[in-house]
């Protein structure tokens, strides 16, 4: 089966935002990934909720929302209301992982949690049959471009065991560094979504780039 595209528009053309959007929406792209940093939990700001509000009145496509924040729960309800279809939440961020999963599932959304790449898979397990996906961080929060950590294939291998032992349906994204070389050596491993953002981006046909990776 084919893995679910979610291009992160941290790596897009800020001062073209509108006709980026445009392309994705004719795109083969699934989703559409918000990175959503606060300068605290990672250094970097990234999104506020107005330009959220902007991004839902003209994306076609689910928004997949990526809390890179702390405090979390504060906020959950704002950013559902602003079209978020999906929201993660960092396990180093949440006092009460439980609690949170929960409470974004219970404002309609579909929950998620992200680990950071040093920290171990078996920091889920508890949770892995009541989250719809699982994000793995394959390069250090907070800034794009960085290079891919090849220990994530491992994590996605394990994880997919922990989730198939479990008979859990959650899913596993990878978030990082993902480029046409990687992509099918992760979707070997495991992964149902990529997050892409340079590679998409930067390409001079980031349409066909999308199908490339549609298609890996």
């Not at 099918?184 to 998409?200: F, K, M, Q, S």
């Amino acid at each position: 089966m084919s893995p679910i595209i979610a291009p992160s528009l941290l790596s897009a053309n800020f001062l073209n935002l509108e006709k980026e959007i445009g392309m994705l929406n004719r795109s083969e792209a699934d989703w559409i990934h918000l990175d959503i940093m606060d300068g605290v939990f990672v250094p970097n700001l990234s999104f506020g909720f107005p330009v959220i509000d902007s991004f839902t009145r003209m994306a076609q496509k689910p928004l997949d929302v990526h809390l890179m924040i702390t405090d979390p729960d504060r906020y959950i309800e704002r950013f559902r209301k602003s079209g978020a279809a999906l929201i993660s939440v960092h396990v180093e961020a949440c006092n009460h992982l439980h609690r949170t999963v929960h409470a974004i599932k219970n404002s309609g959304a579909k929950a998620g949690v992200v680990l950071n790449p040093a920290s171990p898979v078996l920091l889920v397990e508890d949770l892995i049959g009541e989250v719809d996906f699982v994000l793995l961080m394959s390069v250090n929060p907070g800034f794009g471009g960085q290079r891919f950590i090849e220990n994530t294939y491992r994590k996605a291998r394990h994880l997919k065991e922990m989730i198939l032992r479990a008979e859990s349906a959650a899913l596993i994204e990878v978030d990082g560094g993902v480029d046409l070389h990687n992509a099918p050596l992760l979707v070997e491993a495991g992964v149902d979504i990529l997050v892409a953002g340079n590679v998409i981006f930067s390409s001079t046909d980031p349409e066909q780039t999308i199908h490339q990776l549609k298609n890996c």
